[in-house]
Nanobody
Framework: HVQLVESGGGLVQAGGSLRLSCLAS????????AGWFRQAPGKEREFVAA???????HYSDSVKGRFTTSRDNDKNTVYLEMNGLKPEDTAVYYC?????????????????????WGQGTQVTVSS
């Protein structure tokens, strides 16, 4: 079982940067793939980025080139570095994880493929 806790959200002006962190419990986090999703008011939760247990990354078209996800398995932490933030990036950001066999390049952007979720952290980008 894995528990996830996000941090690092806040209010930033357009063009600014934030780094989100996702701390995972458990000693075998290196065998889990992790994803980032976001949900804006009135909208469905959408895929943002993911990093497989192997380190392979995948991004949605809307954030490609602006956001970077990485992981530090020694610290059981996954990061989402967000640069060039836009007002449309405003949302609650969620970290998610699943054991390595559950995530492949066909499922990596699917909410249903992730078994564990954090509580979310608010990101607000002002214009």
């Amino acid at each position: 079982h894995v528990q996830l806790v996000e941090s690092g959200g806040g209010l930033v002006q357009a063009g600014g940067s934030l780094r989100l962190s996702c701390l995972a419990s458990g000693r075998t986090f290196s065998t889990y793939s992790a994803g980032w999703f976001r949900q804006a008011p009135g909208k469905e939760r959408e895929f943002v980025a993911a990093i497989k247990w192997s380190g392979t990354t995948h991004y949605s078209d809307s954030v490609k080139g602006r956001f970077t996800t990485s992981r530090d398995n020694d610290k059981n932490t996954v990061y989402l570095e967000m640069n060039g933030l836009k007002p449309e990036d405003t949302a609650v950001y969620y970290c998610a994880a699943s054991f390595l066999t559950r995530i492949n390049m066909q499922t990596i952007d699917s909410r249903g493929a992730y078994d564990y979720w954090g509580q979310g952290t608010q990101v607000t980008v002002s214009s």
